[in-house]
């Protein structure tokens, strides 16, 4: 069983930043993707960014504001948000794929605001 704990998330003004970070727990030896999903009030669930293969992909409205890393020896995926806009507001899920089967985070919330 793999379990996965979210910290990171907060109040913070416009233009500010915040870093995510989940740490995975349980019997992992590699996960075969990592990455960050998000869930705006009233919305439905989106893809940030994520990591597969050795490969990046962001969601176009993040792209040069968010950095998705990951520590492999930790089993944790990092989600640096820089410039954050009021439209960022959301619940962020941390995702993995670990041999095949795909665990979520419990959320931790993030709000922009002045």
């Known amino acids: 069983q793999v379990q996965l704990v979210e910290s990171g998330g907060g109040l913070v003004q416009p233009g500010g930043s915040l870093r995510l970070s989940c740490a995975a727990s349980?019997?992992?030896?590699?996960?075969?993707?990592m990455g960050w999903y998000r869930q705006p009030p009233g919305k439905e669930r989106e893809l940030v960014a994520i990591?597969?293969?050795?490969?990046?992909h962001y969601a176009d409205s993040e792209k040069g504001r968010f950095t998705i890393s990951t520590d492999n020896a930790k089993n944790t995926v990092y989600l640096q948000m820089n410039s954050l806009k009021a439209e960022d507001t959301a619940s962020y899920y941390c995702?993995?794929?670990?041999?095949?089967?795909?665990?979520w985070g419990q959320g931790t919330q993030v709000t922009v605001s002045s």
């Open positions: 995702y993995m794929v670990v041999r095949g089967a795909p665990y």
């Open positions: 349980g019997t992992i030896f590699s996960a075969n993707a």
């Open positions: 990591t597969t293969g050795g490969r990046i």
